[in-house]
């Protein structure tokens, strides 16, 4: 007999398949009325950030390169941009967003037909989350996928959050609100001459939602569904900066040396980079696996995982521990230790 969680997974599945220039320093650049929208639906809120804060967007989100990040006239709004320049929050930086935008993102956002600044802080680390997720379970982050597993929500005049769809509640984690948050914004400008941003950068008061049209080779999300039902992920371990590199939507922080090829020990999936990985890096990729009791592993901590311990067992006439080898454990249906891999300096 299906359990309930099987059931959903499956109509869940079933569903799914079944869709056939910077002007002088003094005074604020305006646009001019005409150019303004007719409703008031913008925010009217200043910028609070300072300079010591532009610092800190630079190096967390990748703007170092051909970016541009400009302190903002106390006049100037969220917005009304300059020509060339974009509006952008610490927050979205602060839970995920780097630049250049990932193209998965950029995809997104240009399907529904808003720009990215518009997206809520948590939506990027939901979203960048579950990118995560489905990489690791190597399905392809096209807008047909995402769409599948999204929802999204207006949260306010020109603003919009993205969460779960349905009843999957399997990325959990994120900060109930952000005060303040649309007074910490910054314009940022690309210093790319052909569609630098990949996407609609205008604001619009509201979202294209309807599904996309089914790929000729639509990947099929029953596994991954299947996996996920009764797991619980923390969306802030998720995106963190080592991920966020080894899964290509950072390009900071991470160190090509030659051709060295790293594999996880611990991953079922044949997870390769070219990269420095960290402790921090491996523990990540360790914990979006199901561990060695067949129970679902959450993120709930970064501290490294402790080896499962031994039983140790009397040895018969000599009251002496004996320890269990491996392949002992093994040939007596031990369980708790990952398969043995290659080292991460080999």
Known sequence: MSSLSDSLVSSTA???????????????????????????????????????????????????????????????????????????????IEMGLRFPIPRFIAALCHYIKISPSQLAPNSYSFLIALTVLLSYHQIPLISYVLMQLVQIKRLGPGKFYISHKGDHTFIKGNPSFHKGWMSRFIYIK????????????????????????????????????EAMCGKSYNAPELINEDLLCFFKFSRKGVELVGDLGIAVPVLTLPLCARACVSPELTFSLFLLQTNAWGKPRCCSSWRKPRRPQRPPRRHRGKGRPLALSRKSLGARGGRGLPPRGPSLSE
Not at 21 to 28: C, L, V, Y
Not at 194 to 220: G, H, I, Y
């Open 14 to 92: 079933a569903s799914i398949e079944g869709v056939s220039s910077r002007p002088e320093a003094g005074e604020p650049w305006l646009p001019e009325p005409e150019e303004l929208p007719s409703d008031p639906w913008y925010e009217e809120k200043a910028s609070n950030l300072k300079i010591s804060d532009i610092v800190t967007i630079k190096e967390k989100g990748g703007t170092m390169g051909k970016f541009e990040v400009v302190l903002l006239h106390p006049d100037e709004r969220a917005h009304r941009p300059p020509p060339g320049f974009h509006t952008f929050y610490m927050n979205q």
């Open 190 to 225: 690309c210093d790319v001459k052909r569609d630098p941003w990949k996407c609609e950068m205008s604001w619009r008061d509201n979202v294209f939602t309807l599904t996309p049209r089914t790929p000729d080779q639509a990947p099929s999300l029953t596994s991954f569904l």
